[in-house]
């Protein structure tokens, strides 16, 4: 705790802002899955290059990376806010978000592995899109 103030608080926005960006490459697994199942994908080209097999290679990726990266950005997050907590809480907009992110975020791992095993009855997308809006309200204040 040797660290000033405003060196402590850069230093919790990064572990912040790498899982943003991380997120942001989990959650594009969800468009992708879309545009492959859209029918009128299949003729589209790019000078000779097929977009529906650019697309599936793309599915096949995000698939390989999703679980993987959504842990590496949840374990981001979970020291993001040990760091917050640990020094200078204050009961704000902006912490209150983040706190009700963590939680739609427990949520959303624990139907993770429910999802796994097919028992998730859609909770996975649904609490994604929640944590997505907080996740998102708390990135901007």
Excluded at 17 to 31: D, M
Excluded at 45 to 69: A, C, N, S, T
Excluded at 103 to 121: E, N, V, Y
């Amino acid at each position: 705790m040797g660290m000033n103030e405003e060196s402590y608080k850069e230093f919790l926005k990064q572990f912040g802002s790498a899982a943003r960006i991380i997120y942001f490459v989990v959650l594009s697994i969800f468009p992708v899955f879309l545009l492959m199942k859209w029918k009128g994908l299949k003729g589209v080209k790019w000078k000779d290059v097929e977009i529906k097999r650019l697309v599936q290679f793309l599915g096949k990726l995000l698939r390989k990376w999703h679980v993987p990266l959504a842990l590496l950005a949840s374990a981001g997050v979970v020291l993001h806010g040990i760091l917050a907590i640990i020094r200078d809480f204050h009961w704000d907009f902006t912490n209150i978000t983040g706190i009700l992110s963590s939680i739609a975020l427990f949520f959303l791992i624990s139907m993770g592995f429910k999802r796994f095993k097919r028992k998730d009855r859609a909770w996975h997308l649904k609490l994604a899109i929640t944590f997505t809006v907080f996740f998102m309200i708390h990135a901007s204040f």
